[in-house]
Nanobody
Framework: QVRLVESGGGLVQAGASLRLACAAS????????MGWFRQAPGLERQFVAIITWIGGNTYYADAVEGRFTVSRDNAKNTLYLEMNDLKPEDTAVYYC?????????????????WGRGTQVTVSL
């Protein structure tokens, strides 16, 4: 089973930057697509960014396009999310996810493996 562990969250002021990391272990070859999702209190989990594990094609939610960058280091089995110009509305728990079947789905139910999440809080 693929295991995912996120790190790098924290409390920052609006306009600041953070870099999240997601370390993958286990049979990571099964992951065709990996993504970041986020969930704020009282809201559904929403898609943030996706990268295909082979090819490195990236896709972003409109709300983060131009501010966030997803990348991966296949040799280290690590996924990253560089977040710039953070806004209070970016406050959420950020989750890393991996899909065995889908390479670029923005739908959370298409992902087979999930990390426990890391909290990102952006203050004014």
């Amino acid at each position: 089973q693929v295991r995912l562990v996120e790190s790098g969250g924290g409390l920052v002021q609006a306009g600041a930057s953070l870099r999240l990391a997601c370390a993958a272990s286990g049979p990571t070859f099964r992951a065709r697509g990996m993504g970041w999702f986020r969930q704020a209190p009282g809201l559904e989990r929403q898609f943030v960014a996706i990268i295909t594990w082979i090819g490195g094609n990236t896709y972003y939610a409109d709300a983060v396009e131009g501010r966030f960058t997803v990348s991966r280091d296949n040799a280290k089995n690590t996924l990253y999310l560089e977040m710039n110009d953070l806004k209070p509305e970016d406050t959420a728990v950020y989750y890393c996810a991996a899909s065995e079947q889908f390479t670029r789905s923005p739908i959370s139910k298409d992902y087979d493996y999930w990390g426990r999440g890391t909290q990102v809080t952006v203050s004014l």
